[in-house]
């Protein structure tokens, strides 16, 4: 399995970006080894708009089957949702605590987009 997690740093220490399309950086984990690609979100981090529905393609793009976020707005979970992509909300801690607790089956999948669209 293959997950998309938001991060502020490029390691699995690093904590949980609470923003999904302006996110630092995207983490692509392959699960159970918990190797980790890190990409740096530079379009989305200095969009003007778009920010999510570009970090999503990146997401689509890595073939990650879930992702662990803070908050993801309707755009972008509208994008996600139609790839297959499952979003997960993680509230805070390291990545590798959100990846810890989506295993044991500690997060639950959002109904919907849980913040309002930029305009």
């Known amino acids: 399995m293959r997950l998309a997690v938001t991060a502020t740093g490029p390691e699995l220490s690093s904590s949980v970006d609470q923003r999904f399309g302006r996110a630092k950086y995207l983490l692509i984990v392959d699960l159970p080894e918990r190797k980790v690609l ?41 994008a996600l949702k139609a790839a ?5 909300l993680a509230p805070g801690g390291t990545v590798d605590e959100a990846v810890s607790r989506f295993e044991a089956g500690g997060l639950t999948p959002a109904p919907a987009a849980d913040v309002d669209g930029h305009w």
């Open 84 to 88: 297959g992509v499952e979003v997960y």
């Open 38 to 78: 890190a990409i740096e979100n530079h379009a989305g981090m200095n969009a003007a708009q778009g920010a999510g529905v570009q970090a999503a393609q990146i997401v689509i793009d890595n073939k990650a089957t879930v992702l662990l976020t803070g908050h993801c707005g309707p755009k972008a979970f509208r």
